[in-house]
């Protein structure tokens, strides 16, 4: 059997005065004994892009939670004719791309370590062969936004410093990003103190990942992306409550690297550079202390006040970074 999702409209099956009190987003079920129809109510609704991507995430987990096809037909044309939109519409690509980027984003799963894994791939069909170019985009964009959630999910053990910058490697291997490795030397040749003293009470070396695409002579961006593998909170060391996430305060470096893997992907016209500082933060023999005074690159001595804030400590090393590249004055965005 074969699944159509469709706009909910007044039919034999559905009243007018049912059709009319249905709320943005409602679904409802059909069945025939060759074709499941899932009906959506889309209309009206604010052009807002947000809300036709959450749409397509809740088509997905429809689907999934039924499992009842492996092929998905969807009525674009039918789902955004109430939005007054038609084929050749100013914002059919916007709201076609919206969708599947909530549809793919949905079906994302985390399941490297599991033995029995859930797969639930569909066939998809739509109504016309042109908007392929708009659901491949869709599924280029969430790749890139589930290769930064694969990274945030990894364990710490995984993912020290080392092994994420050789991944890092690995994932722009085949593109038109360089990637650029500092490893203990050169962040001693570069003055950039603070990476090497917040990650050595670790066994496992700091590293700075330096990302560069430059497709045009335009102007240039930065980018700088806090990687702290774990966050132990050094020797003002965290409580049990919550520690365990800690794994995750590398998604500022995670959605770096998505972001430069689409922009990769997409072929942009850009020129960005992306500084990504890797650490991890645990209490060693060998940890820094509170009240350590630490020396940046321009001069300025900054002093430890509590070692669980070592991820501004870190970044502003990341835009230091830049002082030794030779490109003044270029902005920064940090995450």
Request: charged share 20%.
């Amino acid at each position: 059997m074969e699944i159509h999702v469709c706009p909910l409209e007044p039919s034999p099956l559905l009243s007018h005065s049912f059709v009319k009190k249905a709320s943005f987003g409602e679904m409802k079920l059909f069945y025939t004994e060759t074709t499941i129809y899932l009906l959506v109510c889309i209309c009206p609704v604010s052009e807002n892009m947000e809300n036709i991507r959450h749409l397509g995430g809740e088509l997905r987990k429809k689907v999934d939670k039924e499992f009842l096809s492996q092929t998905v037909t969807i009525n674009f044309n039918g789902l955004f004719k109430g939005l007054e939109l038609v084929m050749e519409g100013s914002n059919v690509a916007s709201y076609v791309t919206a969708l599947m980027e909530g549809w793919y984003l949905a079906g994302y799963r985390f399941q490297y370590y599991k033995r029995n894994r859930l797969e639930m791939d569909y066939v998809l069909e739509y109504n016309y062969s042109s908007y392929g170019a708009y659901v491949a985009l869709a599924k280029t964009k969430s790749d890139a936004v589930c290769l930064a959630r694969d990274l945030c999910n990894e364990p710490p053990s995984k993912l020290t410093p080392e092994a994420y910058a050789s991944k890092i490697v690995e994932i722009f291997r085949d593109t038109d990003v360089d990637v650029a490795i500092l490893d203990t030397a050169d962040l001693t040749k570069h003055g950039l103190e603070a990476v090497k003293t917040v990650g050595k009470g670790s066994v496992h070396p700091p590293k700075m990942v330096v990302l560069t695409l430059k497709n045009t002579v335009g102007k240039h961006v930065a980018l700088v992306g806090k990687g702290v593998t774990f966050d132990a909170g050094g020797v003002n060391v965290k409580t049990g409550t919550g520690i365990w996430e800690m794994k995750m305060d590398m998604g500022g470096s995670a959605a770096v690297v998505g972001a430069m893997k689409l922009l990769s992907d997409l072929n942009s016209s850009v020129y960005v550079t992306a500084v990504i500082p890797l650490v991890e933060n645990v209490v060693g023999k060998n940890a820094y202390l509170p009240a350590d005074v630490i020396s940046y690159a321009n001069g300025m001595h900054v002093e430890v006040g509590n070692t669980d804030a070592e991820g501004r400590l870190i970044l502003a090393d990341g835009i230091f970074y830049r002082l030794y590249t030779k490109c003044w004055g270029f902005p920064t965005i940090c995450a």
